[in-house]
């Protein structure tokens, strides 16, 4: 059996996790650390309390470890294994274990238990070799990760940056498998295609202009996404020469969906002509005429998500270093939008591409670049088709390495 150890129930693994079921080739448990997302609980992010509205549980094998009193999935000290992992695998006849990164503790005791067992690991983590270190962890961070990877014998990396890393740090190429990060791309295919019909009542909704250039901003408020890029590129498009706009971008707006500390300042620079966090709509203020246009939607769970991407016209993600990859992006794309990307997302290279003059990606923090980018994406071009992303970054192909690499150690036993 191959246990996965990973810290609780997330949206966006669970899907591969009944793929991987519903193939029926390789018997696996899924551990949960934590029952963190099941229940309304605090994101410190979004500053709200919330629960997804899917199921997360459903149609695959898993059950829950026991951990340290007062746990958190958000710090490295604070989720530990309070049994140990011997017993389970013996009882479980457990062939190899897979663990979702080095985040926590309980991965680095479950590597160490498994080490001694001889069971092989196999990781899935998401840092890449972007940058964005202070220079301290540049040189403590190699000297540790050394350590784990020599008790690791399998590395499913889900991208181009991700796999550098690992490569970096003297993994070998046979060691390295391809399981990339994906979205379940056919539900928000099928969502998106279910709203596409309402967009101009979706708009309306929101007081979106139907005539006006949408441009999206989906995620936390926070400082490492950078959402005051998108506000300072919207002022330059407002000043970029009318002949060097395509029509449709003669009026832009912009659409904030999400909730974090930014919030207040993000407003204060907008004019906000509808804020679903405050009872009433705002009238046009033509007193902030200068101030581009914007609408707040609050925080949109899985299944409400998609009316945004049917609503905008555009996806922007302006984050730092800290976006070890971007899923919002996979949605975007599977969802029939272009994404703009900064150049420090992870899954910029694969999912984007970097380079060309028509990119879609501009250079971390370059607002100039942002513009651009944005009136390319106006243009359609360099736009990334639904199908070249759902044809290579989906949970088959995961599935379809998962295989292989349980069927290679039946082989050798």
């Given at each position: 059996?191959?246990?996965?150890l ?11 996790w009944?793929?991987l079921?519903?193939d029926?080739?390789?018997?696996f ?10 229940k309304k609980?605090q ?6 309390k919330?629960?997804?509205d899917?199921d997360?549980l ?12 007062n ?6 000290y ?17 062939s ?18 498994a080490?001694?067992?001889?069971i092989p690991?196999?990781?899935?983590g998401e840092?890449?070799d ?8 540049r ?17 499913l990396y889900i991208g181009?940056a991700?796999r550098?890393?690992?490569?970096k740090?003297?993994?070998q ?7 990339p990060?994906?979205?379940d791309?056919?539900?928000f295919a099928?969502?998106?295609?279910e709203?596409?019909?309402l ?7 929101w007081?979106i ?7 999206l901003?989906?995620g ?5 996404k950078?959402?005051?890029d998108?506000?300072?590129a919207a002022h330059l498009?407002s000043e970029t ?7 449709r971008l003669?009026?832009?707006h912009l659409l904030f969906?999400g ?5 207040p300042?993000?407003?204060q620079?907008c004019n ?5 966090e405050v ?8 007193k902030?005429?200068t101030?581009?246009t914007?609408s707040?939607?609050g925080f949109l769970?899985?299944t409400?998500i998609s009316?945004?991407y049917?609503?905008a016209?555009?996806l922007?993600l302006?984050?730092?270093?800290g976006?070890?990859w971007?899923?919002?992006v996979?949605e ?6 272009p994404?703009?990307?900064s ?9 984007i ?7 879609l ?7 100039v ?12 071009l360099?736009?990334?088709t639904?199908?070249?992303v759902?044809?290579k ?19 050798k036993?």
């Amino acid at each position: 059996m191959l246990a996965i150890l990973t810290t609780h129930p997330i949206q966006y693994q669970t899907p591969l996790w009944q793929a991987l079921a519903e193939d029926g080739s390789v018997p696996f448990e899924v551990w949960f650390l934590s029952k963190h997302g099941l229940k309304k609980s605090q994101d410190e992010g979004f500053g709200k309390k919330f629960a997804w509205d899917i199921d997360l549980l459903s149609r695959y094998p898993h059950r829950f470890l026991r951990t340290n009193t007062n746990s958190s999935v958000s710090s490295f000290y604070r989720l530990r294994l309070a049994e140990p992992l011997g017993r389970e695998f013996v009882e479980r006849k457990v062939s190899a274990l897979w663990i979702q990164g080095w985040q926590v503790m309980a991965y680095w005791q479950a590597v160490r238990e498994a080490h001694r067992a001889g069971i092989p690991v196999w990781l899935r983590g998401e840092s890449n070799d972007l940058g964005g270190m202070p220079l301290w962890k540049r040189v403590i961070k190699p000297v540790i990760l050394r350590q784990l990877f020599r008790r690791i014998e399998t590395f499913l990396y889900i991208g181009t940056a991700n796999r550098r890393l690992y490569e970096k740090y003297g993994v070998q190429s046979y060691q390295l498998h391809s399981a990339p990060y994906s979205v379940d791309n056919e539900r928000f295919a099928r969502q998106a295609a279910e709203s596409r019909p309402l967009r101009a009542k979706i708009r309306a909704e929101w007081r979106i202009p139907q005539t006006a250039f949408c441009i999206l901003f989906c995620g936390k408020f926070i400082p490492k996404k950078r959402p005051m890029d998108l506000i300072k590129a919207a002022h330059l498009l407002s000043e970029t020469p009318a002949e060097e706009k395509p029509e449709r971008l003669k009026q832009a707006h912009l659409l904030f969906v999400g909730s974090g500390e930014l919030g207040p300042e993000l407003r204060q620079q907008c004019n906000v002509i509808f804020d679903a966090e405050v009872s009433s709509d705002a009238p046009f203020d033509r007193k902030y005429s200068t101030r581009p246009t914007a609408s707040f939607t609050g925080f949109l769970n899985q299944t409400e998500i998609s009316k945004a991407y049917v609503a905008a016209d555009c996806l922007v993600l302006p984050s730092d270093y800290g976006e070890t990859w971007g899923l919002v992006v996979n949605e975007a794309i599977a969802s029939g939008l272009p994404a703009v990307v900064s150049s420090a997302c992870g899954c910029a290279e694969d999912l984007i591409g970097t380079s060309g003059p028509y990119s879609l990606c501009f250079p971390l923090g370059d607002q100039v670049a942002l513009t651009r980018a944005i009136v390319r994406s106006a243009k359609g071009l360099d736009v990334p088709t639904v199908e070249s992303v759902m044809s290579k970054y989906n949970f088959n192909v995961s599935v379809r390495t998962v295989r292989e690499l349980f069927s290679n150690l039946k082989t050798k036993s």
